[in-house]
């Protein structure tokens, strides 16, 4: 069965930075692309990028490029997202979620991690 | 890009059907739309994707034959038959839309779904 597994809860001040963790495994991690989605308390769910984990090509949101990275190891199947200058509305869940097979953007988000609280406050 | 609207909240009784409602703005008929279940506390799950000749490829892990979906103009429809207790979630639509560079993903702003 397909998991994706992230890293646990975080508490940061704001102006600070966050690296949220997601492994995979199961399948074969360096075929299908991974999005990071986030969910702020109450809300919607928000895109915020996809990361191809062969190549480590990216593409953000425009609403979060300049502040934020997506990465891969490849050697042990692990995807990272980083969000800098955190603010108070950046506390949020942010999920991982498995996209389509590469070189196909458009397939559904069809696994997904558990979450990740990141709780931004002074 | 295409925006998505869904109703925030509906409702239907144990054992009856509800359809809701994925709506595309203007200009965005051709486009298929993700469904995605929600339960309380935990992480969204995939349901299915849907175009206007219905669903596209198959259903998510464990996703039973209560749910179907249905496309129509700028609607997608998830229609879910003899509600069940453990229905009860937030469902959110979404869509991917351009290329390279330019590719976002976009939701909707979910609808929460009560059994009563």
């Known amino acids: 069965q397909v998991q994706l597994v992230q890293s646990g809860a975080e508490v940061k001040k704001p102006g600070a930075s966050v690296k949220v963790s997601c492994k995979a495994s199961e399948y074969t991690f360096t075929t299908y692309y991974i999005h990071w989605v986030r969910q702020a308390p109450g809300q919607g769910l928000e895109w915020m990028g996809i990361i191809n984990p062969s190549g480590g090509s990216t593409t953000y949101a425009q609403k979060f490029q300049g502040r934020v990275t997506m990465t891969s190891d490849t050697s042990t199947s692990t995807v990272y997202m980083e969000l800098s200058s955190l603010r108070s509305e950046d506390t949020a869940v942010y999920y991982c979620?498995?996209?389509?097979?590469?070189?196909?953007?458009?397939?559904?988000?069809?696994?997904w991690g558990q979450g990740t609280l990141v709780t931004v406050s002074s | 890009q295409p925006v998505l609207t869904q109703p925030p909240s509906a409702s239907a009784s144990l054992g009856a059907s509800v359809t809701l409602t994925c709506n595309l703005s203007s200009g965005y008929s051709n486009y298929k739309v993700d469904w995605y279940q929600q339960r309380p506390g935990k992480g969204p799950r995939f349901v299915m994707r849907v175009g206007t000749g219905g669903i596209v490829g198959s259903k998510g892990d464990g996703i039973p034959d209560r749910f179907s979906v249905l496309g129509s103009g700028l609607n997608r429809y998830l229609t879910i038959k003899n509600i069940q207790e453990e229905d009860e979630s937030d469902y959110h639509c979404?869509?991917?839309?351009?290329?390279?560079?330019?590719?976002?993903?976009?939701f909707g702003g979910g609808t929460k779904l009560t059994v009563l």
């Open positions: 979620a498995r996209g389509g097979i590469i070189p196909n953007l458009r397939g559904e988000l069809d696994y």
């Open positions: 979404g869509a991917d839309h351009g290329s390279g560079s330019n590719f976002v993903w976009v």
